[in-house]
Every structure is written in structure tokens, then in C-alpha cells.
């Protein structure tokens, strides 16, 4: 295939297969200017799907460093409400929404971090029924990644200004199964065979599991009606989509007061432009009571205090070391990537999609079920070739789960 068709069939791809629009239906797609090529075919293969209205945010980096340069935190903490009316009527109008990401991963370093905590608490508040309507896959959603200078030459510093995006592009490429044949078969074989796996881990119903490795000894605990789930999602009107490409992973979510131990990050976290390394955290009935980083500490704590279920976690997420993105051994700074590289965990909130009957629930009753809420929800890498995870089931026989960073049945 030719880089342009490889353009065109990823474009399709986040099209059919990641949103998977629907005939006469409103798609929101939000993303930058380094993206405008890309964007521009997205647009054009939308309407040739049937979408009835496209409407594009587009954002720059100089213009959102400029931002938090120079805006005062009473000025970030007033949230435009124009954003919250924009997302109040793709949830009435039950449309799509794309992320199309190409962030530079070191976009906001030097920036004060009470700035950019002001920054998340006044969007987790102002957008509350917006993040509610993702969480519980009321709309379809997908997010995929394009490279952008700054973060192709993060990604690929030794090779040549001028090899970089092209590097990034073709590494992306093969993460969402392009080039390979037929990408919607490919993408249909692979969700089977995730599915295949949450399947029998919901079969199994433990109810606790126990991670080890260096810098790790952590116990967490499942709710009784947990389930596993994988990158295939549905809205309640039955449309399939895939909110994450590339995704390897199968998750769920854990009792809120369940998690003891600590656990150490093996990947770095970027978090607002800015980037959390050589972490550790330790909990205690669930919550965060010592967190120190060697890299980013100041922005960790913002992060784990920007709410009371900031400092939980919400995910548990499993992904064999062995995984396709990890054996490429390209660090890519994006956590898009890097989750599917490695097991992860996420502070705040549940999905509540991974709890029986959690989609109806309410926030305070989801609450009252140890199910975690809040405004924050990122994802930290943790996995490794040496991590070991035991599962407990209800009798008490505990039976391994991952060996050695690989599956273990």
C-alpha cells in the first residue's frame, strides 16, 4: 500500500469501525491544527459514510501554551459555556464524538501546576454530564492519534528530523492494523479474540487479584457483579464501536475501599503537557496515602487531590507484555499507546459499564456500591516481563492469572 492509502483506509477505519457513524448522524471531532490534512480526509470519508453534520474544534499548541502563560486562574477556572452547550447537544442529539490526538507530550512543561488543576476541576465540573455520557457509553466515542513534529521527535530522537513523522506514522499504522490486508477483518479478528478473553475472566468471577513485581506488591479487591470488558463497546441504541485505537487490552473496575499495597509505574505518565515518571503509590482501603515521583511530583499531587475519588482508582486493566505495541519497544509518550503496552490501573473514575445494571445507576448510588466517582480518570502503565498477578476466587483458591508478564491460561 502506498502512504496514501494507508491514510485513507486509517481514516475509514476511525470512521466505520471507531465511531462507526450512523446515517444522518451529528459527529464532533476535536483535535489540533498539526492535524489538519488528516482531519480534512476524516471529514470527507464521514460524510461519504452518511454522517449528517461534521463539526471540528480545532485547538494549537502556541495558542494553549500562550493560555496558561498568561491567563490568571480566576480566568481558567471560568469555563466557556459555549463548550458545555456544544456537548450537551451531541448527547441530545445521540451523535458521535472523535478525538483525533497528536499532542506534543512536553507541550505545558514549566507551567504552573495550580494553573493546570484549576484547568481540571473547573472541565470536570462544568462537564459533568458530558464525562457521565462517555463513561457509560451513552454516545459512541473513539479516540486515535496522528503524529505531530514535536511529538514524532519524542517519540524517534535519534533518527533524522527529517525520518521522524514518517517513522511515527508507519509505527501508528501497524498499532491499528494497517497495511496488513483488510483492516476492518483485521480489527473484527482482533476484538474477537479480546472478547474471547474477558469472557473467560468474567467466567471466573474472582474477587480479588494480587500484583507483584519490583516496586509492586499490591492487592486489589472486585466487586461481586464486576465485569471484564474489552475495547468494543455499545450505546444503548445497539451501535458497536471502539472508543480506544489501537487497544489490547480487557478491563474492569475495582471495589473503591478494596485496594492495599503499593505499586510502581513502569512507564511515564503524560498528564496535561506535562510528564509523571518513576512513581510509587501506596494505598490503604482503597484511597492514596503516600505518592512521590521523581519526575512531575508536584503534578501527581495535584492530580490524586483534584477530588475525593482522585485519589482511588477506577480501572484495572489487563494486557500481556507481549502485546504487539510493547514487542515494537517504542516508547510513544501518549498514553493512548503506552496503555496497550502494559497492565495499567487508572486513578478516579469507574467505568460504570463494568458493574451489572451500572449504566442506570446514579452517581451517589454507584457510590453507595463502592463504585469510585470523580471528575479526574488517568490511566498509569504498570505492567512489565517480571510482573506476576494471582487471581482469588470465591472459595479462597488462588490461581495465576499472569506469569512472567504473559498470560498464564
Given at each position: 500500500?502506498?502512504?496514501?492509502?494507508?491514510?485513507a483506509e486509517?481514516?475509514?477505519?476511525?470512521?466505520?469501525?471507531?465511531?462507526?457513524?450512523?446515517?444522518?448522524?451529528?459527529?464532533?471531532?476535536?483535535?489540533?491544527?498539526?492535524?489538519?490534512d488528516?482531519?480534512?480526509?476524516?471529514?470527507?470519508?464521514a460524510?461519504?459514510?452518511g454522517?449528517?453534520?461534521?463539526?471540528?474544534?480545532?485547538?494549537?499548541?502556541?495558542?494553549?501554551r500562550?493560555?496558561?502563560?498568561h491567563?490568571?486562574?480566576?480566568?481558567?477556572?471560568?469555563?466557556?459555556?459555549?463548550?458545555?452547550a456544544?456537548?450537551?447537544?451531541?448527547?441530545?442529539?445521540?451523535?458521535?464524538?472523535?478525538?483525533?490526538?497528536?499532542?506534543?507530550?512536553?507541550?505545558?512543561?514549566?507551567?504552573?501546576?495550580?494553573?493546570?488543576?484549576?484547568?481540571?476541576?473547573?472541565?470536570?465540573?462544568?462537564?459533568?454530564?458530558?464525562?457521565?455520557?462517555?463513561?457509560?457509553?451513552?454516545?459512541?466515542?473513539?479516540i486515535?492519534?496522528?503524529?505531530?513534529?514535536?511529538?514524532?521527535?519524542?517519540?524517534?530522537?535519534?533518527?533524522?528530523?527529517n525520518?521522524?513523522?514518517?517513522?511515527?506514522?508507519?509505527?501508528?499504522?501497524?498499532?491499528?492494523?494497517?497495511?496488513k490486508?483488510?483492516?476492518?477483518?483485521?480489527?473484527?479478528?482482533?476484538?474477537?479474540?479480546?472478547?474471547?478473553?474477558?469472557?473467560?475472566?468474567n467466567?471466573?468471577?474472582?474477587?480479588?487479584?494480587?500484583y507483584?513485581?519490583?516496586?509492586?506488591?499490591?492487592?486489589?479487591?472486585?466487586?461481586?457483579?464486576?465485569?471484564?470488558?474489552?475495547?468494543?463497546?455499545?450505546?444503548?441504541?445497539?451501535t458497536?464501536?471502539?472508543?480506544?485505537m489501537?487497544?489490547?487490552?480487557?478491563y474492569?473496575?475495582?471495589?473503591?475501599?478494596g485496594?492495599?499495597?503499593?505499586?510502581?509505574?513502569?512507564?511515564?505518565?503524560?498528564?496535561?503537557?506535562?510528564?509523571?515518571?518513576?512513581?510509587?503509590?501506596?494505598?490503604?482501603?482503597?484511597?492514596?496515602?503516600?505518592?512521590?515521583?521523581?519526575?512531575?511530583?508536584?503534578?501527581?499531587?495535584e492530580?490524586?487531590?483534584?477530588?475525593?475519588?482522585?485519589?482511588?482508582?477506577?480501572?484495572?486493566?489487563?494486557?500481556?507484555?507481549?502485546s504487539?505495541?510493547?514487542?515494537?519497544?517504542?516508547l510513544?509518550?501518549?498514553?493512548?499507546?503506552?496503555?496497550n503496552?502494559?497492565?495499567?490501573?487508572?486513578?478516579?473514575?469507574?467505568?460504570?459499564?463494568c458493574?451489572?445494571?451500572?449504566?442506570?445507576?446514579?452517581?451517589?448510588?454507584?457510590?453507595?456500591?463502592?463504585?469510585?466517582?470523580?471528575?479526574?480518570?488517568?490511566?498509569?502503565?504498570?505492567?512489565?516481563?517480571?510482573?506476576?498477578?494471582?487471581?482469588?476466587?470465591?472459595?479462597?483458591?488462588?490461581?495465576?492469572i499472569?506469569?512472567?508478564?504473559?498470560?498464564?491460561?
Amino acid at each position: 500500500m502506498t502512504f496514501e492509502e494507508k491514510l485513507a483506509e486509517f481514516a475509514e477505519l476511525a470512521v466505520r469501525v471507531g465511531v462507526n457513524i450512523q446515517q444522518r448522524q451529528y459527529l464532533l471531532i476535536n483535535t489540533s491544527t498539526d492535524t489538519l490534512d488528516f482531519t480534512r480526509l476524516v471529514v470527507q470519508k464521514a460524510y461519504e459514510a452518511g454522517a449528517g453534520r461534521v463539526h471540528v474544534n480545532l485547538t494549537d499548541a502556541t495558542f494553549e501554551r500562550a493560555f496558561f502563560e498568561h491567563a490568571t486562574t480566576e480566568e481558567i477556572e471560568k469555563f466557556p459555556k459555549w463548550i458545555v452547550a456544544q456537548r450537551e447537544e451531541l448527547i441530545a442529539r445521540q451523535g458521535a464524538l472523535l478525538w483525533i490526538d497528536a499532542e506534543d507530550p512536553d507541550l505545558l512543561a514549566g507551567i504552573d501546576v495550580t494553573k493546570l488543576a484549576a484547568q481540571q476541576k473547573a472541565s470536570g465540573t462544568a462537564l459533568v454530564n458530558y464525562r457521565k455520557a462517555v463513561m457509560n457509553d451513552d454516545i459512541a466515542w473513539s479516540i486515535i492519534a496522528v503524529p505531530s513534529v514535536k511529538w514524532a521527535a519524542k517519540v524517534f530522537p535519534s533518527l533524522p528530523a527529517n525520518e521522524q513523522v514518517n517513522a511515527l506514522w508507519e509505527a501508528i499504522f501497524a498499532t491499528v492494523h494497517i497495511g496488513k490486508g483488510n483492516a476492518v477483518d483485521k480489527w473484527q479478528n482482533h476484538v474477537a479474540s479480546l472478547e474471547a478473553r474477558a469472557a473467560q475472566l468474567n467466567n471466573k468471577k474472582y474477587k480479588k487479584l494480587h500484583y507483584k513485581a519490583p516496586g509492586t506488591d499490591l492487592t486489589i479487591e472486585l466487586p461481586d457483579k464486576h465485569i471484564w470488558q474489552c475495547g468494543s463497546s455499545k450505546t444503548p441504541q445497539g451501535t458497536i464501536f471502539i472508543a480506544n485505537m489501537p487497544t489490547e487490552e480487557v478491563y474492569t473496575l475495582p471495589a473503591k475501599y478494596g485496594v492495599n499495597g503499593t505499586v510502581s509505574n513502569t512507564k511515564p505518565l503524560v498528564y496535561k503537557g506535562n510528564i509523571i515518571d518513576q512513581f510509587m503509590l501506596t494505598f490503604e482501603a482503597g484511597k492514596i496515602i503516600k505518592a512521590q515521583a521523581e519526575v512531575g511530583n508536584d503534578l501527581l499531587q495535584e492530580l490524586i487531590s483534584a477530588d475525593e475519588g482522585s485519589a482511588y482508582l477506577g480501572e484495572v486493566a489487563l494486557v500481556p507484555h507481549e502485546s504487539p505495541i510493547s514487542a515494537s519497544n517504542i516508547l510513544y509518550y501518549n498514553t493512548l499507546f503506552d496503555e496497550n503496552a502494559s497492565n495499567h490501573l487508572a486513578i478516579g473514575e469507574a467505568y460504570p459499564t463494568c458493574y451489572e445494571g451500572g449504566r442506570e445507576l446514579e452517581e451517589g448510588q454507584l457510590e453507595a456500591l463502592g463504585i469510585n466517582t470523580s471528575i479526574t480518570h488517568e490511566d498509569f502503565m504498570i505492567g512489565s516481563g517480571v510482573m506476576d498477578i494471582d487471581g482469588e476466587l470465591a472459595d479462597g483458591t488462588v490461581e495465576p492469572i499472569f506469569r512472567q508478564g504473559s498470560w498464564a491460561f
